[in-house]
C-alpha cells in the first residue's frame, strides 16, 4: 500500500478526505502517510538518478554532472496558489503573467525533455529573468553548451556569448521576414521545454491549486514531481 499510495497522491492530488476513504485511512492518517512517504520517495528518485539538480555553482560542475549536454532550454513554469490571507504576501504571490496567485520555478532541460536542473520555489511575483539572476546558472554553463530562451530573458546576451533568444520586435518597427524564420526555427527547437512542463504537470500536485500548509512542501512536492516525470523518460 505504502509507494502505491505516495504515486496516487502525486498523480491525482486527492484531498485527504477522498485519500482515506480510498486506502482506508482516516483523514489525519492520510496526511501522516503522505509526509512519511514523500521523503522516501524522493530519495528513491535520487538514488535513481532521476532527479533534477538544485542548484549550480561552478562550471566544473556542470560539466561534470552533464558532460554529454550540448544545448539546454531554459524557461519558468508556475503552479497555482491559494490566496494567502496576508495581504503582503497575497501581492508577492500574484502573478502579473498568469493573472492569478502563483509559485515559479525555473529549469534547465535538454532536448531531450529531461529536467537537468530545477530551481526552489519563487513567488509569483517574480520573472523569469529575474529568478535567473538569483540562481546564477548562466555564468556555469560553458560556452560551448548553447543556452536556448525566450524573451523573457532578454538582456541575456549582453551577458553570456553562448544564448540564444528570439528576434525581438523595435518599437513602432517590424520584424524581417528573415528574422521571422530564425524565430520560428528556435521556436521549434525551445518547444520541448514546453513538453517537458506538460509531462511534470501530469501529476496533478504540480498543476492543481496547491493546498498543503507544511511549509517548504510546496517546493519539495514539485522536485519530487519532476523526478518522478525525469524517471518516466528514462524507462519508457
Not at 538518478?49 to 556542470?62: C, D, G, I, N
Not at 561534470?64 to 501581492?91: G, H, L, W, Y
Request: hydrophobic share 40%; charged share 25%.
Amino acid at each position: 500500500m505504502t509507494f502505491s499510495y505516495i504515486l496516487f497522491y502525486f498523480k491525482c492530488y486527492p484531498t485527504f478526505d477522498l485519500a482515506g476513504l480510498l486506502f482506508d485511512l482516516d483523514r489525519s492518517q492520510a496526511n501522516r502517510w503522505m509526509h512519511r512517504l514523500q521523503p522516501v520517495l524522493e530519495a528513491a528518485l535520487g538514488q535513481q538518478l532521476a532527479l533534477p539538480k538544485r542548484k549550480l555553482s561552478s562550471m566544473s560542475e556542470f560539466v561534470e554532472a552533464f558532460p554529454e549536454v550540448k544545448r539546454v532550454i531554459i524557461d519558468a513554469t508556475e503552479r497555482p496558489v491559494q490566496r494567502a490571507k496576508d495581504n503582503d504576501k497575497q501581492r508577492d504571490d500574484y502573478s502579473g503573467k498568469k493573472k492569478r496567485h502563483t509559485r515559479s520555478h525555473l529549469a534547465l532541460v535538454e532536448p531531450d525533455r529531461k529536467i537537468l536542473i530545477f530551481s526552489h520555489a519563487y513567488a509569483g511575483r517574480h520573472n523569469d529573468k529575474g529568478i535567473l539572476n538569483q540562481e546564477g546558472w548562466a555564468q556555469w554553463i560553458p560556452d560551448e553548451v548553447s543556452i536556448q530562451g525566450d524573451l523573457g530573458f532578454f538582456g541575456l546576451q549582453n551577458e553570456v556569448v553562448n544564448v540564444e533568444l528570439p528576434h525581438k520586435k523595435p518599437r513602432g518597427g517590424q520584424l524581417s521576414d528573415e528574422q521571422k524564420a530564425d524565430n520560428r526555427a528556435l521556436a521549434s527547437q525551445r518547444v520541448v521545454c514546453e513538453h517537458s512542463f506538460a509531462g511534470l504537470k501530469r501529476y496533478g500536485i504540480a498543476h492543481q491549486v496547491y493546498r498543503n500548509r507544511v511549509e517548504g512542501f510546496d517546493d519539495r512536492s514539485m522536485v519530487t514531481a519532476a523526478g518522478l516525470w525525469n524517471f518516466y523518460l528514462e524507462a519508457a
